[in-house]
């Protein structure tokens, strides 16, 4: 098995990873949207620390995916590949930027339930702000996640790496989730219907990479040479 097909598996299997993490976290995480979360998380503890390690391990899923693929990218366009490496790096700040609020919400809870006297004011008001950081983060961490779906989805298609009706489901994806972002940033409605034709496109993606690899043929020598983009 050459390089690159090593290479094809270990993308498909980190695109699989960073996606099923990401959905399974959901189901540790639900207390801290419970009327009253300022107990219930606490009370919950192990859940919420659960959560913390899968999103850890979908970050390093998130950063590890353009590393791997960017020696393919950069003989096509160093300029997109770079990009690529940027924007999914822009997403895994966001995500821990969750992490962080998600964490914070739960000493929130620890020192809540162990005061004497609690302020109620005082800790409802903090865990609203932490509960908005965690919300406004979910949210902005999808811009550079579409971006990089943009990105990486036009670099396939122009150099035919994979079936290009694949490729162009993702680009045309990406196009649809980002008007999804921009409903559910103003609360317009539930913007997940728009989310799914990308999110269904890169579990196609990682099938055919752990399944078929990259099309050798459009695969270029390791040489130098001038950008493509």
């Given amino acids: 098995m050459d390089s690159n097909r090593k290479t094809a598996i270990i993308v498909g299997v980190l695109f699989i990873i960073a996606t099923v993490s990401t ?8 207390s801290i949207y419970d009327p009253n979360y300022l107990t219930v998380v606490s009370a919950n503890e192990n859940q919420v620390l659960i959560a913390v390690l899968i999103w850890l391990v979908a970050i390093a899923s998130i950063v590890s995916i353009p590393i791997m693929i960017y020696p393919i990218l950069k ?3 160093e300029s997109l590949a770079l990009g690529y490496v940027a924007a999914r790096i822009f997403e895994g700040f966001f995500f821990a930027g969750c992490i962080i609020a998600l964490l914070s919400m739960l000493s929130l809870s620890r020192e809540f339930v162990s005061a004497t006297a609690p302020v109620v004011s005082y800790f409802e008001t903090s865990g609203a702000l932490l509960l908005a950081e965690l919300d406004w983060n979910s949210i902005l961490l999808d811009f550079p996640f579409v971006l990089s779906a943009l990105i990486l989805n036009y670099v396939l298609y122009k150099s035919k790496l994979i079936p290009r009706w694949l490729s162009a489901w993702g680009f045309i994806g990406g196009l649809i989730y980002l008007p999804g972002i921009l409903i559910g940033m103003f609360g ?7 989310f799914a034709p990308l999110g269904l496109q890169e579990m196609g993606l990682a099938a055919w990479l752990i399944g ?3 099309n050798s043929s459009a695969i270029l020598p390791s040489q130098p040479k001038s950008d493509q983009s």
């Fill in 212 to 214: 078929k690899g990259f």
């Fill in 23 to 30: 959905l399974v976290s959901s189901v540790f995480i639900g």
């Fill in 188 to 194: 317009l409605t539930d913007p997940t219907i728009l």
């Fill in 75 to 77: 003989k096509h366009s």
